[in-house]
Nanobody, 117 residues
Framework: QVQLVESGGGLVQAGGSLRLSCAAS????????MGWYRQAPGKQRELVAA???????NYADSVKGRFTISRDNAKNTVYLQMNSLKPEDTAVYYC???????????WGQGTQVTVSS
């Protein structure tokens, strides 16, 4: 079982930046991919960005060119650098870890990101 702890959310003005962190502990060796999802009020949870153990990345069209996902294997931490933030980026952001062989996944508790106009 892996434990995921997010940090870095907060309130920022439109055009500003934030960096989210997700620290993983526990059963991390078999994780195939980690990612960030977000859920705005009244909307479904959606993928924002993901990175595989091999370093391949994937982004939602709405954040391409503004957000960057990265990982520090030594610290077992995944980051989401968010630049040029827009009010529509306001949501609770969740860290996710996936184990492809077992189709299991783990979620963090979420961190609130609020972008004011």
């Amino acid at each position: 079982q892996v434990q995921l702890v997010e940090s870095g959310g907060g309130l920022v003005q439109a055009g500003g930046s934030l960096r989210l962190s997700c620290a993983a502990s526990g059963s991390i060796f078999s994780i195939n991919a980690m990612g960030w999802y977000r859920q705005a009020p009244g909307k479904q949870r959606e993928l924002v960005a993901a990175i595989t153990s091999g370093g391949s990345t994937n982004y939602a069209d709405s954040v391409k060119g503004r957000f960057t996902i990265s990982r520090d294997n030594a610290k077992n931490t995944v980051y989401l650098q968010m630049n040029s933030l827009k009010p529509e980026d306001t949501a609770v952001y969740y860290c996710n870890a996936q184990y492809w062989a077992t189709r299991l996944e783990a979620w963090g508790q979420g961190t609130q990101v609020t972008v004011s106009s």
